[in-house]
């Protein structure tokens, strides 16, 4: 295999609110094997969704939980949404088992490897660059539910404007370096500082638009934000 592409997928695109998007799962299902017939791999990275909200948000409504036992509802959450993804693409194409852990090194001849959750303190983001420096990945796509990072949340501020290129110093000013359960930020701060120590780039993009997505595999004009 010439390449490998690293995918971090939003949970809110595998589960949103409304349920379960098959008509999401179904596209990215063709977009990975376009790049499978170019002879890459793809490390598929699933987030938690509204499932892991969900359960977080009903546990502490009953009593007061902690940052851990809510960390590990959502990580819970990831391997549930990585394992349904794992089976859409059926044992002929990916890896045996979803990754839990990707400090270990994974051996497998399979074109897709599907990862869910580590472990508390860490975010599907900071899974998905560990998995790119063990498959040598220079970049990590990370598709979420917006077009652009902005230099204001675009929910509160309408006249927010989208940043196409940054720098790892910039995205840390702007968005912190702390990581905490349920945290809604472009990327996780703590992935952002380990993606600069290995001068690893994230593309950010609207994960809904597949055909965006197919363009920055290609290498041809898209639109997102490339950070680093």
């Keep these: ?72 509802l959502g990580i819970q959450a990831t391997w549930l949404n990585a394992k349904l993804v794992q089976t859409v693409f059926g044992p002929r194409l990916a890896h045996c088992a979803i990754i839990t852990d990707p400090s270990r090194v994974i051996k497998t001849n399979k074109p897709v490897v599907v990862a869910g959750g580590w472990k508390p303190g860490r975010s599907t983001d900071y899974d998905a660059v560990l998995l790119g420096r063990q498959f040598g990945a220079k970049t990590v796509v990370n598709l979420s539910n917006i077009r652009y990072v902005y230099d204001h949340d675009p929910r509160k501020f309408p006249d927010a404007k989208p940043i196409k290129k940054m720098t790892w110093v910039e995205f840390r000013k702007q968005f912190g370096t702390k990581w905490k359960p349920g945290l809604n930020t472009p990327f996780d701060p703590i992935a952002a500082a380990l993606a600069a120590k290995l001068k690893m780039k ?26 680093g």
Aim: hydrophobic share 50%; proline share 5%.
């Design 1 to 72: 295999m010439t390449r490998t592409t690293v995918l971090s997928v939003g949970g809110s695109l595998i589960a949103p609110p409304s349920g379960i998007d098959v008509a999401f799962l179904k596209k990215l299902r063709a977009l990975v094997a376009r790049e499978i017939r170019r002879g890459h791999r793809v490390v598929l990275v699933c987030g938690g969704g509204a499932p892991a909200r969900a359960y977080q948000q009903a546990a502490a409504a009953v009593r007061k939980t902690s940052p851990f036992e809510a960390d590990w």
């Design 202 to 227: 994230v593309v950010v993009t609207d994960g809904r638009d597949l055909g965006n997505a197919a363009a920055i595999l290609a290498g041809k004009p898209f639109l997102g934000t490339v950070i």
